[in-house]
């Protein structure tokens, strides 16, 4: 299968100006920055994806070997964030046109399928509190990856990472109209019980970060020949 064209966006923000231009000068530091700051929303956009914990790491760790190694081609008019969001789609979306070749972005696939379950750091001092706390998770958890694809990555994008309807538009190739009504639809598909607690609690929803996001980093960083 043909790779999807690095998307090539153009004026630079002056951040992403300066972390462009140290990573080109071959900075591991300015790599390490704009991995870290990306890892959760680009992890969180693959898995919406595939559905497998691993899998999403990996597609996230070829996503930045790629964009890394044609760095020079972003030139464009949105943020360094919404170019590496575009790239770590393509990726996870070829994985997946690779087990089901039929499978777009716009296929809605009809039933539930079995939700991967993901376990949350909770803390230890309040037991009533964190089996409540998980419970909770593990419904929406639940309710997300049993949504259509096509309306888990807009819940995802717009909910989880908070996207604005431009962006979530931009990233995937939608009308925002298009974005608005499937949100909506997605919020439905959701339930009432679940949207009232979607709140605090989504927003710890498929957590990357600590040791895993560290390995992640290290794992490219040592591909890129740091």
């Known amino acids: 299968m043909r790779q999807a064209p690095i998307p090539n966006i153009a004026p630079l923000d002056t951040g992403d100006a300066e972390l462009v231009r140290r990573v080109l000068a071959r900075d591991e530091a300015a790599v390490r920055a704009i991995m870290q700051a990306n890892n959760r929303r680009l992890y969180r956009l693959a898995r919406g994806i595939l559905r497998n914990d691993g899998e999403a790491e990996d597609v996230v760790q070829e996503a930045y070997v790629r964009a890394f190694t044609h760095l020079e081609s972003f030139r464009g008019d949105s943020s360094l964030s919404t170019w590496l969001s575009r790239i770590t789609m393509n990726e996870a979306l070829g994985r997946l046109r690779r087990q089901r070749p039929a499978v777009e972005l716009d296929s809605l696939p009809q039933g ?92 710890e929803a498929f957590p990357f970060a600590g040791r895993r996001c560290e390995r992640l980093t290290d794992a490219v960083l040592k591909r890129l020949g740091y």
């Not at 991967?116 to 929406?140: G, T, Y």
């Not at 639809?185 to 339930?191: F, G, N, P, S």
């Open 112 to 203: 539930a399928l079995e939700a991967q379950i993901i376990q949350f750091p909770l803390a230890a001092d309040d037991p009533e509190k964190s089996m409540a706390q998980r419970e909770i998770q593990h419904v929406v958890e639940h309710a997300i990856d049993e949504l259509p694809e096509a309306f888990r990555l807009v819940f995802i994008t717009r909910v989880l990472e908070g996207m604005n309807v431009e962006e979530t538009a931009e990233i995937l190739g939608l009308k925002p109209e298009t974005v608005k009504t499937r949100l909506h639809r997605a919020r439905t598909m959701l339930r009432d019980i679940v949207e009232k607690k979607i709140g605090p609690v989504v927003m």
